[in-house]
């Protein structure tokens, strides 16, 4: 197939909430990007379920994007309230929101909505899977797709996630397995259809905890339920779970929840979709990389960790701080990537460490009460 290049200011790869902040924050401060995305279309698969948006960083970024208000309007209220159960179904800790808190809860499907639609048509250019890139000398980059055509860079960043194909320009490091595995799963119309899985959940998230295990569920728009089934494991003892079959498949992930309580199991059993296994991966906590001419990476490509709340906050906050700092060195690039970078490693370390920290409390040896006491003391 014949290969086609074209050269643009900004290239980002994968319009996630990080390269779409960046798109915007650089449109903003009239300056021209082109988003290359692997997915078909922006509707090609579901979004993930809920995000809470902090003060600190992911509400800064939508305000350097001119999209605070918009956001504010996609806020499900009444979703930050918070309950721990033991394996019994002990209530152990209930927290209703009282619209005082900071951290907002959205549904992810329409926050990236929202970003897309504040982009000028055309900026995302979809169905695009990056093969490979290589570096050409003099900052300038090469970005070759699934298809054969490739694109000569300017300055080229990196939101392309856990996997990401312009990492290896900047760092050796992959991903690792971090022990533990999650499998999703949906209950829909649960205040008619699940009225009993509902009042389990309650008004906002609902966690279940024991060591190496737990159940988190959250309520969506729409009275729906997710629930993320948490279970420590080696990738091979998954990978011998059959979940082509999805009745087999979430039987056996029960199994591993025998003796808790019923209205707690029944989160797992009762699904009205199809299981979905994600195994969960990280970076080196301390993450970083040598400064490399014309390239750099934002959000999970340059620090992906356990699940700690604020990936997708980083991500954003990513995206706006490099815009930023690329307006405000509008001749001068490599200043605007070092400063950029010099504030987003510490960050990012910080973040994963307190991540890390998180991920014991939560399903640790002492799961639940080493989280319940890191919630009494702050309420």
């Known amino acids: ?24 924050v650089l449109h903003v401060h009239g300056i021209t990007a082109t988003v290359y ?12 379920g809920m995000l809470d948006i902090h003060e600190h960083d992911g509400q800064l970024a939508l305000k350097a994007a001119g999209l605070y208000d918009e956001f504010r309007g996609l806020v499900l209220e009444g979703r930050e309230a918070t309950r721990i159960l033991d394996r019994d179904g002990n209530v152990l800790f209930d927290q209703a929101d009282d619209g005082t808190g900071g951290r ?7 926050l990236r909505q929202l970003l897309l639609d504040s982009l000028p048509g055309g900026t995302v250019r979809w169905g695009r899977k990056v093969s490979g890139t290589r570096a050409l000398g003099d900052g300038r980059h ?67 905890l024991a060591p190496g295990k737990g159940l988190a569920a959250h309520r969506e728009s729409g009275g729906t339920l997710h629930t ?46 199809a299981p979905v296994l994600r195994a969960l991966n990280s970076l080196p906590a301390d993450h970083r990389w040598d400064r490399a001419p014309g390239v750099t990476l934002i959000g999970d490509a340059a620090h992906l960790s356990i699940p700690n709340g604020e990936g997708a906050n980083l991500a ?51 799961a639940p009460y080493g989280l319940l006491d890191m919630f009494t003391a702050n309420s």
């Open 1 to 24: 197939m014949p290969t086609t290049t074209a050269t643009t200011h900004v290239t980002i790869i994968g319009a996630g909430l990080g390269g779409l902040t960046l798109a915007r």
């Open 104 to 110: 907002p809860e959205v549904q992810r499907g329409e």
């Open 228 to 273: 993320y089934v948490m279970l420590a494991g080696s990738q091979e003892w998954f990978a011998g779970i059959d979940f082509t079959d999805p009745a087999a498949g979430i039987a056996r992930i029960a199994r591993e929840f025998d003796g808790w309580a019923p209205e707690l199991t029944a989160l797992i059993t009762d699904g009205d979709s």
């Open 316 to 366: 954003m906050l990513d995206g706006a701080e490099l815009a930023q700092a690329l307006a405000a060195h509008p001749d001068d690039t490599e200043t605007a990537l070092t400063e950029y970078e010099q504030a987003m490693f510490p960050r990012s370390a910080t973040a994963a460490a307190d991540g890390n920290q998180l991920h014991e409390l939560l399903y640790g040896d002492n």
């Open 142 to 208: 090469e970005v070759t797709f699934a298809d054969g055509t490739s694109v000569t860079t300017g300055l080229l960043v990196g939101a392309d996630g856990a996997w990401s194909r312009v990492r290896p320009l900047l760092s050796d490091a992959t991903p690792e397995y971090v022990g533990m595995s999650v499998v999703d799963t949906y209950l829909f119309d649960s205040d008619t259809r699940h009225p009993a899985h509902a009042k389990t959940v309650g008004g906002g998230a609902m966690l279940a």
């Open 37 to 48: 995305e692997a997915e078909p279309s922006p509707t090609a698969r579901t979004q993930g």
